[in-house]
């Protein structure tokens, strides 16, 4: 499963967006472009971390269906335990010891004085929360399947039903406490202004896959069939591009003239303030979500153990 594929489990139903049938790179015997014979293990879906030694991976072993995670302080990753959890797919944090995971069977995982810790998230056993993010300790925010958005107050995760119906849901981000985006199936767009979540109109029904943004009045939303679209304080556009029609999955930058997308095929496209371009990425694994510190410290997940490392001059791979 992949959030390209957005094929989630929950009680033996399956919901499809879409499939890929791609060959597999994986990291551990990484050279760019190399295909190895090894059966993958992992199932990148999420990266976070506090600065650029200190980076925390989630995903799914596809050996156990168990989640997994990985961190890395600098030099090495190391695999964390993961017997009891099941798949993730999200991770976001305030600080360095205290961050949240989200995945299937509507599971949130806490992080907190160096151990992880289950946290009732108001979502079912039935329900697979698929994106996580917050303006800070106590204002963090939840999206997943069946359009589930879930808020945590410092003390206590709740649901808080949008005013629409929104789908599954696959991405959030937010500029601040009261200016919060959450993306998903059919081109969905919410937005919440700090006392109820509302739609707005992303002129598009393709899947959406991931949100982010410098501010209030720049915001990338990234999807289906190398969909961008861009806010500009007042309206969703279309922002062009020709280099991949794949979908993409995931979108981060350092600043407004500094934006990556990546997605299928081991696209990876960036925006430096004019237009969008291609960027060799080594790999043709799927590659679901990036996060970074700086311009020069850029992180890339995928699929088939795929983690990538953008140095400020090219992408390479980082054995996990």
């Known amino acids: 499963m992949t959030k390209e594929a957005a094929a989630i ?101 806490h992080r907190a004085r160096g151990a992880w810790t289950v946290s009732r998230s108001g979502a079912t056993t039935d329900t697979a929360l698929l994106g996580v993010w917050g303006s800070g300790t106590d204002d963090v925010w939840a999206v997943g399947v069946g359009g589930i958005i879930t ?62 943004g410098n501010g209030p009045r720049d915001v990338w939303a990234v999807g289906g069939g190398g969909t961008i679209l861009h806010w500009d304080g007042n309206k969703w556009s279309s922002s062009p591009q020709s280099h991949t029609d794949a979908d993409l999955l995931g979108v981060w930058g350092s600043g407004p003239r500094d934006v990556w997308a990546v997605g299928a095929r081991g696209a990876i496209l960036h925006w430096d303030g004019e237009t969008w371009t291609g960027v060799p990425s080594g790999t043709v694994e799927t590659l679901n979500e990036i996060w970074g510190t700086r311009a020069g410290d850029v992180w890339v997940t995928g699929r088939a153990s795929t983690i990538l490392h953008w140095d400020g001059t090219r992408w390479s791979g980082s054995p996990s």
């Open 9 to 109: 489990t929950f009680l033996g139903c399956l919901l499809v967006w879409s499939a890929s049938t791609r060959p597999h790179t994986i990291a551990e015997c990484w050279e760019p472009g190399t295909s190895c014979s090894l059966a993958p293990e992992q199932l990148h879906t999420g990266v976070w971390g506090s600065g650029p030694n200190d980076v925390w991976v989630v995903g799914t072993s596809t050996v156990t269906s168990t989640g997994t995670f990985a961190h890395w302080d600098g030099a090495t990753w190391t695999r964390g335990p993961t017997e009891d959890a099941p798949a993730l797919w999200g991770v976001w944090g305030a600080k360095p010891d205290d961050f949240w995971a989200v995945g299937d069977r509507g599971t949130v995982l």
């Open 151 to 212: 808020h945590w107050n410092g003390a206590a995760w709740s649901t808080t039903p949008p005013d629409v119906t929104a789908g599954t849901l696959v991405g959030v981000w937010g500029s601040g406490a009261s200016d919060v985006w959450a993306v998903g199936k059919s081109g969905v767009v919410l937005r919440w202004n700090g006392a109820s979540w509302k739609a707005s109109t992303s002129g598009v029904r393709t899947p959406l896959f991931d949100v982010w």
